[in-house]
């Protein structure tokens, strides 16, 4: 009988440590793609290439360089983190706020003492926007007026393709919420 249950137990040990070795995700060589550790599997996000990443290339060249120099000065004077991503898909992601979140987490947007990071993702694709922010940004830029500033600034210029001024707006009035506190 004894026998019989240290058999039945290397048996169940084996099965569970081949299923598990079996479900190991494995990150993919592709220079583009980054581990999310903090949620323990992998997921592809691309590089950042700065402050504005427009991957849907939905900006002009100019209209980005204009926006990496304002984000690049903000952070110079205040030590906040903003980036910026137009992408045209999330997946495996069901909404952009997820995404977002953990983008914001995987790119180490803001200082890691202060959390004081900021990232805007656009899917033109998709049509949805979000605005996901470090723990110490949160305070102040808190769900409900992420959601304004999207709903009232930018929303309205994005429904008429006007993607830089939305989010030159919705920038300004981020940085005019964050300078109040």
């Known amino acids: 009988m004894r026998i019989e249950k240290l058999l039945l137990g290397l048996f169940w040990i084996t099965l569970f ?12 060589q592709n220079p583009i793609v980054q581990k999310n550790i903090s949620v ?3 997921d592809e996000f ?3 290439v ?9 900006l002009t060249p100019e209209q980005r360089e204009e926006l990496e120099k304002a984000l690049s000065e903000y952070e110079r004077k205040t030590s906040r983190e903003i980036a ?3 992408i045209d898909s999330i997946a495996p992601y069901q909404g952009i706020l997820p995404y977002t979140t953990a983008l914001l987490n995987t790119w180490g947007v803001g200082k890691s003492q202060k959390n004081n990071g900021l990232v805007i993702t656009i899917s033109k694709n998709l049509r949805q926007v979000a605005i996901g922010t470090g723990y110490g ?8 007026v992420c959601k304004k ?5 930018m929303n309205p210029e994005f ?5 830089f001024e939305g989010l030159e707006k919705g920038l300004d009035k981020i940085k005019e919420y964050w300078e109040e506190q």
């Open 137 to 144: 940004t949160e305070k102040i830029l808190t769900d409900a």
């Open 159 to 163: 429904k008429d393709e006007r993607f």
């Open 50 to 58: 700065g402050y504005i990443n427009d991957f849907e290339q939905i």
């Open 46 to 48: 691309p590089k950042p």
């Open 17 to 28: 440590a081949c299923d598990a070795n079996s479900q190991k995700k494995v990150a993919p």
């Open 149 to 153: 500033i999207i709903d009232s600034i």
């Open 84 to 86: 910026v991503i137009t």
């Open 40 to 42: 323990g599997y992998t």
